[in-house]
């Protein structure tokens, strides 16, 4: 047999023994060497159930609210305390409610209006008398501060015949029972004729008139309006 093949067959008997060594070596000393590495699983923490709170213990004292003292007494010594209500509180009936006041009678509307004098108003046979003034008769005159003698009293029926012009009127009704000749308060589309006569100076107030009455007097005499200025038609 040629050297050469006495070195392979002497190579092949090594590696076999190699193989067999390390093969033995596995097995002998390390047994857990060429096993798969195992993953350490961790095991399910056990289920804890819950805890039941505990009831609260029955009490068998007294209930709260009885053993709230009574409140301490405050009042001063010099005033009465308030009385100690006794036995079951017993509701009341509410107080009826007011009745609501009476509506004011509605002014009754007067139409086709002719003036009979400065206070008296005629529409058919209806007569009406402006309440809260006095006037001049229609013949009477007055005399001016420098002499001027004039119809004072016609002046003033003219002035209110111009006013009204045949418009109708709304005057208070008559109280239930009251003589048809008695003083109503009488306004044209919002203006009282009364209180207009006397701010232009036509009359007087009546006793018992509105204090709007009196001041509107005061200033027509202050500015010399109707029978308080000049004479009726002058220039100079």
């Given at each position: 047999m040629s050297s050469r093949a006495l070195f392979l067959v002497a190579t092949v008997i090594a590696t076999v023994w190699l193989g067999a060594g390390v093969w033995?070596?596995?097995?002998?000393?390390?047994?857990?060497?060429?096993?798969?590495?195992?993953?350490?699983?961790?095991?399910?923490a056990p289920?804890?159930?819950?805890?039941?709170?505990?009831?609260?213990q029955q009490s068998l004292q007294t209930p709260v609210f009885e053993?709230?003292?009574?409140?301490r007494n405050v009042t001063p010594p010099d005033t009465l305390p308030w009385p100690t209500p006794q036995g079951l509180v017993e509701r009341l009936p509410a107080d009826p409610l007011p009745l609501p006041p009476p509506e004011p009678p509605k002014a009754k509307q007067i139409t086709r209006v002719v003036v009979e004098d400065a206070r008296t108003l005629i529409s058919g046979d209806e007569t009406i008398?402006?309440?809260?003034?006095?006037?001049?008769?229609?013949?009477?005159?007055c005399r001016d501060?420098?002499?001027y003698d004039w119809p004072c009293g016609q002046a003033a029926i003219t002035e209110l015949r111009m006013l009204v012009r045949g418009r109708s009127v709304d005057c208070?009704?008559?109280?239930e029972g009251a003589p048809a000749e008695t003083p109503r308060r009488c306004d044209l589309a919002g203006t009282d004729l009364a209180e207009w006569l006397?701010?232009?100076?036509?009359?007087?107030?009546?006793?018992?008139?509105?204090?709007?009455y009196r001041e509107a007097h005061e200033e027509a005499r202050k500015e010399k309006r109707g029978e308080y200025g000049k004479a009726w038609g002058r220039t100079d």
């Open positions: 033995l070596w596995q097995a002998l000393i390390n047994p857990w060497a060429g096993m798969p590495e195992q993953v350490a699983v961790q095991a399910p289920e804890q159930k819950a805890t039941p709170m505990p009831e609260p053993k709230i003292k009574p409140s008398r402006i309440a809260g003034i006095e006037t001049r008769n229609a013949d009477e005159r501060a420098d002499g208070a009704p008559l109280p006397l701010r232009q100076g036509w009359g007087t107030p009546a006793p018992g008139a509105p204090e709007a």
